[in-house]
């Protein structure tokens, strides 16, 4: 765990567009690399939008801190089921 910590921190605005994530993360959880072509993305893309456009508005958050704030509900939502 300290290792993931080490990297989180060390992650810099420079270097983390970089690194493609989807395939970082897609070594652990292979359905990242074929999702693309059996998804209706722009069906939840939509949705998705939605949603951090409602919490700029509401909450007044900037586009990242909605995303934050999303991808951190949805985790929850997802370890709590």
């Known amino acids: 765990m300290k290792s993931i910590e080490k990297v989180i921190k060390e992650t810099t605005?420079?270097?983390?567009?970089?690194?493609?994530?989807?395939?970082?993360w897609s070594e652990k959880y292979p359905v990242l690399k074929k999702y693309q072509k059996d998804v209706d993305i722009p069906k939840?893309?939509?949705?998705?939008?939605?949603?951090?456009?409602e919490l700029q508005e509401t909450?007044?958050?900037?586009?990242?801190?909605?995303?934050?704030?999303?991808?951190?509900?949805?985790?929850?939502?997802?370890?709590?089921?």
């Open 13 to 24: 605005e420079e270097n983390k567009d970089k690194v493609n994530w989807t395939n970082a």
């Open 44 to 53: 939840y893309a939509k949705e998705i939008r939605k949603l951090l456009k």
């Open 59 to 81: 909450y007044n958050f900037n586009e990242l801190d909605a995303m934050l704030v999303l991808k951190d509900i949805l985790y929850h939502e997802w370890k709590d089921k």
